[in-house]
């Protein structure tokens, strides 16, 4: 039995703070359970000492409750709170949703009272959702454990999809437009201030849930990555689609960041990545969220491909419909050549190709809709086939044998599925979606349904892989500097030219002889991060003369920039000639650990910021895809006439760095190498920064 059983499937319950006034919290939470028809038992707990609560017999305690008691609902004043909960462990309960605000959410007073209630949770076995949520649902016993308005003007009807969700004002503003529009739910859950139970629990729960068939969830922030990361793992593997949004695009402090990889890494790509990688999808908005939930819950499954069909009676809505599906990253097949020989014998008149155009006139063709869906399932590789039929829905009567015809093409074609897109009436949209068949009136957002629905299908060949527990390494040490940051990178496996630290001009000079001109000069100091932003690296350097001249230089514009800076001397280093300059760094998440970057490298890499994220560790192939992420890569693969580059040197060091920040995950804070340099044969790292967490 899974530890949040107690919490969505009780048979009986407490209202600690039950009112008689059926418009108060305490009150309308009992309201609505009597009004849902929940067949638990329900036990209304007031201290005023009423034999009654709203026509239900009434008890003082929790300890007045004759038998046993799964779950408790808290709605007393916060400065009760703690008692309550008191009184429901030495009960036995098992679950306890607290409704009550005026925690964490007020400030540190408020969150050591929030962290007594978990102390007091853990210490008895018993899992807590709240304080400050709107409570819980599970339509299918009618629990419907809320004090949400939404529930005075509808009642959520059942079906296979559940929500997961912080904010319990996004989860009713969510479940009121889904009922709104006839879609069903099976758990619904608002986890308020997670002071235990959070939303990837609550997605681990509904991953075993037999009757959740799509997951939708919201997200303010996660605790515990790795949490989320299994939960979405879990929920790929069960087959589940998982849709997830994240609210609050916080910087998690890029002002600070002393590197590049932290400042691209202050906004929320991170949850991007991680999502991705766990198999799930990020809408952009409710809508979207329902309406890929809704595809999927209807069809009953993700589809098989990407490639879609449209056949319409409107060539403008197919060209529509063609360009979305360009943007969203669908693909549109052309129709074969056999389906083309078979469209014509049928719709003479037509335009068969894909989409496929039947014009007016197949109004004038016996069941002429179903035959040429039909016709695009049969000989199209397309896993989707939208129909556009205009208005044809309005009709029920009318519209009567087309339903009959699809629901004989839907057991035709088992593997495949149809989209109606059309204005229609609720009763035409309930017959179709009892044989499998999503209606939209908008094409748009029909293209966009399915668009999320194929990412999600895509990203499931290639999930992330939890990482198994490593021996402890060897402490950093010094890696303050560019020449001590490259020492232990290259240890760790990373390319690196021949490269010398020179204390005097004379050394300088000496190391440049042997190396062959022309070089680069570097100043080299704990206290300059960036050295080209005070004028800290000289190139084309082509004899000793001009080398000890830089020496010179260089010393003298770091003391005029940071005249406290540190000065260890002049890095002296082979001029490299040619290649393709990318970027790689770790970003040290403080949620999801080591994220690895790789990107268009160079000076303005934070201005086009063409990069990429991806969780380490990174095999190979993990590393191939993150490179395929990023736009830039093309000129790595011959841009207008060059010579390729050495991709295999490039995966070979995005590895060996992954393999470095997974090491020491405890010591770091972020690593920069910018430029890597990727050559027609091999690659260079030219700079790195490692940056340490503060002790």
Known sequence: MHSLTALFEPTSVAILGASSDAERIGGRVLRFLVEAGYKGKIYPVNKSGAAEVQGLPAYSSVSAIPGTLDQAVIVVPAGGVESALQECIAKGVKGVLVLTSGFAELGPEGRAQQDKLVAMCHAAGVRMIGPNSLGLLNVETRYFATFSVALNGLQPKPGPISLATQSG????????MASLRGLGFSKIAATGNEA????????????????????????????????????????????????????????????AASTHTGSLAGNDAVFDTVFAECGAYRPQSIEEMLDIAYFCSVTGRLPSNGDMGVMTSS???????????????????PLPESGVKATLELLPFAVAANPLDVTAQITAVADGTARSVDLMLTHGPYATVFAYLASAGLSPQRFESTIASLGALREKHPGKDMVMVMASVPEVDRRLEAIGIPVFGDPSRAVLALAGAAKMVERRKALYRMPVASAASQALGDVSTEATAKRVLGEAGLPMLPERLCATADEAAAAADGMGYPVVAKISSPDIQHKTEI??????????????????????????AVPNARIDGVLMAPMLKGGVETILGVHMDPTFGPMVMYGAGGTAVELYRDVAFASAPLDEAGARALVNRVRSSALLRGWRGAKPADEQALVNAICRLSEFAMAHADELESIDINPLVVRENGAVCLDAVIAKRAA
């Open 535 to 560: 004028g800290g690296v000289i190139l084309h350097l082509q004899d000793a003369e001009a080398v000890r001249a830089a020496h010179a230089t260089l010393l003298q514009r770091a003391r005029a």
């Open 169 to 176: 004002a996004f989860g009713s503003c969510t479940y009121a």
């Open 196 to 255: 235990d139970v959070d939303v990837a629990e609550c997605i681990d729960y509904l991953a075993e849930d037999p009757s959740t068939r799509v997951i939708c969830a919201a997200l303010e922030s996660c605790r515990d990555g790795e949490r989320l990361r299994r939960a979405l793992l879990k929920a790929a593997a069960a087959g589940k689609p998982v849709l997830i949004m994240k609210v609050g695009r916080t910087e998690l402090g890029a002002a």
């Open 315 to 333: 060539g403008g809505i197919g060209v529509l419909m063609a360009d979305h599906a360009g943007d969203w990253g669908l693909s549109m097949s």
